[in-house]
């Protein structure tokens, strides 16, 4: 067991450096044993390291025994050994690895970490893609089991394609917002009351009395901009800012072979996008499903099916997976949402999809505290619950909108993934709180 | 329902006075009382019949084999598909798909007049479909807008949106 006892002299290489430049140097890594299989006086071992796999080799010869051989033969599937080997060019590039054109042999293995020998879920079986598991009859992991075990989950090459995109999804917002002179903050999470006359889901206890898990930081960005912060964003269990056109086009980027890995497990089309962005207005939208045979009111909402078909209607009709649509009706927008000033049914607000999904709802705030309180009585709002909303437009508020994105949505929708509980690392939804 | 149904049917064949119709029976056979002879009863007879009173026997089929084909595809009308229990739509939505798939029209390279009875009988489900069950039986629809837009057909029915293009190209929805 490594327990720091000692500074050990070895420099530890990383397997994606494992490349013909290295041929005949004696090298140490440190990896999981992906596969290992004995054959007479050899035992071949596939080494795992996130993405990068290489093969190794350990052979009856003057730097193995036998017991070397059935000892590596032995290793359990996902123990993490330290390997001393030369690394030897190949002849024939090795298909199955990700480091095609060398091999390892073994000198000197080491077992740091020993993995239990029943593992809950193969990662062979995890990665494979549902068709292919269906026709030739070999497994594939469902859903909950891999959720349950999301340890082992997250190490196939599709999770650490997954989340090393969205590392870099939510990097490229970082440095996109900065870069345009916003502020980032943090805002309590726990808070007193209904900010928008919502529902409270989660209670928790406070001291000696109750308090609430913030649905959205909304309230705290706003009262930012009446703090002259100006341009405020903040990346937390709920809310960010607006997605630049140019997020697209770094994603694409700079994560071409993340995509590639994730699309071999679940196949998509390539995400596509117009600069600049498509911009339709609500009635341009529900002209457009009138046009296809959906009966709804110009005032409706679309309901999730009908902003799904439209996401169809647009692709087809502008070829892009990405837009905005602008305007919605005031009737169905919440409290604190400016209205259009040319037409009182509509609102300066707006939704984003990606793929005909919902990624951000949005809007032009009231930021007038007379206008606030009036249309928070049309909405039937207990005025006393948002008392200390409306007082922080009281002394000079400046003129502002926002939204909210899903970090985890635009990942599923960018990548063409369907359930968000495969970009959600450690998702929770109301059968499931653990891990 | 089949009343109206034969109404549409008189107006299409282009005869001038309608008849009066009655129906027999718990399921509501329509049933027409003829003047010399026995009462005609049934949907695929009384239209027959009507086909050939509008002096248009052609409707009924020009040759021996597409004549057959017509009263077969009367006879799926009355029994497959006018009390189709809902797990069988899919299936009979399915099986027309496939025969039309070389098909103009049902019977023969004309419209005969299986093709306004099956679009009669069949307008209650197709349009409940959304866009993409109507892309995917791909040839129905094709045929039921071809019929729907066929002159003198439609009549009290309402018209079936059908997209001009897919937007449902690839498998993922």
């Not at chain 1, 013909?20 to 290992?36: C, F, G, M, N």
């Not at chain 1, 800012?241 to 071409?256: E, G, L, M, V």
């Not at chain 1, 117009?274 to 110009?298: F, I, K």
């Not at chain 1, 006393?384 to 635009?410: C, M, N, Q, T």
Request: hydrophobic share 35%; proline share 5%; charged share 25%.
């Amino acid at each position: 067991m490594v327990q720091s006892q000692q500074k050990l002299d070895r420099v530890l290489v990383r397997v994606e450096e494992l490349t013909p430049e290295k041929a005949d140097q004696l090298i140490w890594v440190r990896a999981r044993i992906h596969t290992s299989r004995a054959k007479g006086k050899q035992c071949f071992v596939v080494l795992r390291q996130q993405q990068f796999n290489v093969q190794a080799l350990v052979a009856v010869g003057d730097r193995a025994s036998k017991q070397m051989v059935k000892f590596a033969a032995n290793i359990t599937k996902e123990s993490i050994v330290d390997v001393e080997a030369v690394v030897r060019t190949v002849e024939q590039k090795i298909e199955s690895c990700s480091q095609q054109d060398v091999e390892l042999h073994i000198e000197r293995i080491f077992v740091i970490s020993q993995a239990e020998p029943r593992l809950p879920l193969q990662l062979e079986d995890a990665v494979r893609p549902e068709g292919e598991g269906d026709e030739e009859a070999r497994a594939t992991v469902n859903q909950d089991t891999k959720l349950d075990n999301r340890v082992i989950d997250l190490r196939t090459t599709t999770s650490q394609a997954i989340f090393r995109l969205q590392s870099g999804v939510c990097q490229l917002f970082r440095d996109t917002l900065i870069k345009k002179g916003f502020v980032e903050i943090q805002t309590p999470k726990i808070i007193s009351a209904a900010s928008e006359g919502g529902a409270n889901v989660f209670t928790v206890s406070y001291f000696k009395t109750s308090a609430y898990l913030a649905q959205s930081p909304q309230l705290y960005k706003q009262m930012c901009i009446c703090a002259d912060f100006d341009k405020v964003f903040c990346v937390g269990p709920a809310e960010g800012w607006k997605a630049p056109h140019c997020f697209y086009a770094d994603t694409q980027n700079s994560f071409q072979t993340e995509i590639q890995t994730v699309n071999k497990q679940y196949p998509s089309e390539p995400f596509k996008f117009l600069e600049p962005t498509l911009r339709l207005e609500y009635t341009e939208g529900v002209a457009m499903l009138r046009a296809a045979g959906v009966e709804m009111g110009d005032e409706e909402d679309l309901s999730t099916p009908n902003e799904k078909l439209l996401g169809r209607l647009v692709k087809e009709k502008y070829d892009t997976d990405f837009y905005v649509l602008d305007k919605y009706p005031l009737a169905v927008r919440p409290f604190y949402t400016m209205p259009d000033p040319s037409n009182p049914k509509y609102s300066n607000s707006y939704d984003m999809f990606m793929r005909g999904e919902e990624i951000l709802s949005g809007a032009q705030r009231v930021h007038d505290a007379q206008l606030l309180t009036e249309r928070a009585l049309h909405h039937s709002i207990d005025l006393e619950k948002i008392k200390a909303y409306i007082d922080s437009f009281r002394y000079g508020a400046p003129p502002h909108a926002g939204g909210g994105i899903g970090l985890e949505r635009v990942t599923m929708l960018y990548l063409g993934l369907h359930n968000v509980r495969q970009t959600s690392m450690f998702p929770r939804d109301p059968k499931r709180l653990t891990p | 329902m089949a009343l109206r149904e034969l109404s549409s049917l008189e107006k299409f064949l282009g005869l001038k006075k309608p008849h009066k119709y009655s129906t027999q029976g718990v399921k509501k056979v329509p049933l027409l009382q003829s003047n010399n002879g026995p009462a005609l009863v049934g949907l695929a007879t009384i239209a027959s019949h009507l086909a050939k009173e509008a002096k248009k026997p052609e409707l009924l089929g020009t040759t021996p084999e597409q004549r057959a084909v017509v009263q077969q595809w009367l006879e799926f009308r009355v029994t497959r598909i006018d009390e189709c229990p809902r797990e069988e739509i899919r299936t009979v939505l399915k099986d027309l798909n496939q025969y039309l798939e070389d098909k103009v029209y049902l019977a023969g390279n004309s419209l005969s007049i299986a093709d306004p009875l099956l679009y009669y009988a069949i307008h209650h489900i197709v349009v409940d479909l959304a866009v993409q069950e109507k892309e995917r039986y791909m040839n129905l629809t094709r045929w039921f807008d071809h019929i729907q837009h066929y002159p003198g057909v439609r009549h009290h029915l309402a018209p079936v949106v059908v997209l001009r293009n897919r937007v449902y190209t690839s498998c993922h929805h």
